[in-house]
């Protein structure tokens, strides 16, 4: 399995290969919604690779503000509720969210991270 990213730098066109299992041979991120996430920072990558590999891909990455992290994300389990939502419930709702190629959540430091089609 993938690692989980939690800073911009730690998607790498290595790591996006990964992710969406084909070869991406540049990436550059572009931020989106600022001001808008309080619970996250998105990111839409531009990406350049071989077949198989989109244009775009929205990247979610864990909010820096640490007190939201720790007052309400993680006693909620906003993270992981999200991260189930894309790969179990989600596939079965009857209006689908983007394909999701990863999402995944971190129990220790309870991070988050995902990858969906635009």
């Known amino acids: 399995m993938a690692t989980i990213p939690v800073d911009p ?5 290595a790591w996006l290969s ?18 808008v996430g309080l619970l996250g920072r998105l990111f839409r990558a531009h990406l350049d690779g071989g077949p198989g590999v989109p244009a775009t ?3 979610k990455l864990p909010t820096l503000d640490t007190t939201v992290r720790t007052e309400l994300c993680r006693p909620v389990e906003f993270y992981l509720r999200e991260v ?12 689908p969210p983007p394909h999701s ?16 089609r635009t």
């Not at 730098?9 to 066109?13: A, D, I, K, M, Q």
């Not at 990964?18 to 001001?35: D, K, M």
């Not at 190629?101 to 969906?116: G, M, N, P, R």
Request: charged share 20%.
């Open 9 to 13: 730098l730690s998607v790498t066109p």
């Open 18 to 35: 990964e992710v969406l299992n084909a070869e991406v041979r540049g990436c550059e991120l572009e931020p989106i919604a600022i001001g």
């Open 57 to 59: 891909v929205i990247i």
């Open 84 to 95: 189930r939502f894309y790969n179990e419930v989600g596939l079965a709702n009857p209006l």
């Open 101 to 116: 190629y990863f999402a995944a959540f971190d129990e220790t430091t309870h991070d988050l991270s995902s990858c969906s």
